[in-house]
């Protein structure tokens, strides 16, 4: 059974920062994406950025390339989201995910989910 653990997630004020992380466990294959995933109210899950091991290549979605960065520990099994300089707009609930075998950006492709963690930015 595959089980991710998050952790890092609560309330900043604009300008602050925050470094998520999601520990994987249960992964049993070499070759797995895993990525950072976020829902504000009211709004569809989206993308951030994900890491597929069976290549060694990071992916940004266009709403965070530049702003946020995914950092993958291959011996921990752990994604990181660092995410410099927050706004507003940055709240949600965000979400760790992992599929085996490919790696595409849509929510609907990745099979196991954390439980999420949620980032709160305000003044």
């Known amino acids: 059974q595959v089980q991710l653990v998050e952790s890092g997630g609560g309330s900043v004020q604009p300008g602050g920062s925050l470094r998520l992380s999601c520990i994987g466990s249960g992964i049993t294959y070499s070759s797995y994406c895993m990525g950072w995933f976020r829902q504000a109210p009211g709004k569809e899950r989206e993308g951030l950025g994900r890491?597929?091991?069976?290549?060694?290549?990071?992916f940004y979605s266009d709403s965070v390339k530049g702003r946020f960065t995914v950092s993958h520990d291959s011996a921990r099994k752990t994604l990181d989201l660092f995410m410099p300089n927050l706004e507003p707009e940055d709240t949600a609930m965000y979400y760790c995910a992992v599929r085996f075998g490919v790696c595409y950006p849509e929510p609907s492709f990745f099979t196991d989910w954390g439980q999420g963690t949620q980032v709160t930015v305000s003044a």
């Open positions: 890491h597929y091991t069976g290549d060694g290549r990071t």
